[in-house]
Nanobody, 127 residues
Framework: QVQLVESGGGLVQAGGSLKLSCAAS????????MGWFRQAPGKEREFVAA??????????TDSVKGRFTISISRDNAKNTVHLQMNSLKPEDTAGYYC??????????????????WGQGTQVTVSS
């Protein structure tokens, strides 16, 4: 079992920055893929970024390329996935969710592939 806890959301003005973190604990494996998704009210959950467990491969949806950066840090038994968000826009407003995929592959952008989810953290960007 894997537990995911997101943090770092908040209210920021357009053009500002936020850094989200997803602390992963429990039974984690070196082959897991990790992803960030977001969901606005009345909309489906959409892919934002993904990374393999070694951090050697990263993927982004087109609308965040050049503005967001996904990374992984390790401190003893705690593994944390970060999402640095710069040049934020009002359309980035959503609940942001971290997911873990036990068998990562080409479907990294599909939320159905992910086996574990955190509770989410709200990001609100004012214009």
């Amino acid at each position: 079992q894997v537990q995911l806890v997101e943090s770092g959301g908040g209210l920021v003005q357009a053009g500002g920055s936020l850094k989200l973190s997803c602390a992963a604990s429990g039974r984690t494996f070196s082959t897991y893929g990790m992803g960030w998704f977001r969901q606005a009210p009345g909309k489906e959950r959409e892919f934002v970024a993904a990374i393999n467990w070694s951090g050697s491969r990263t993927y982004y949806t087109d609308s965040v390329k050049g503005r967001f950066t996904i990374s992984i840090s390790r401190d003893n038994a705690k593994n944390t996935v970060h999402l640095q968000m710069n040049s934020l826009k009002p359309e980035d407003t959503a609940g942001y969710y971290c997911g873990a995929d036990r068998s990562p592959g080409l479907g990294y952008s599909s939320p159905q592939r992910y086996d574990y989810w955190g509770q989410g953290t709200q990001v609100t960007v004012s214009s």
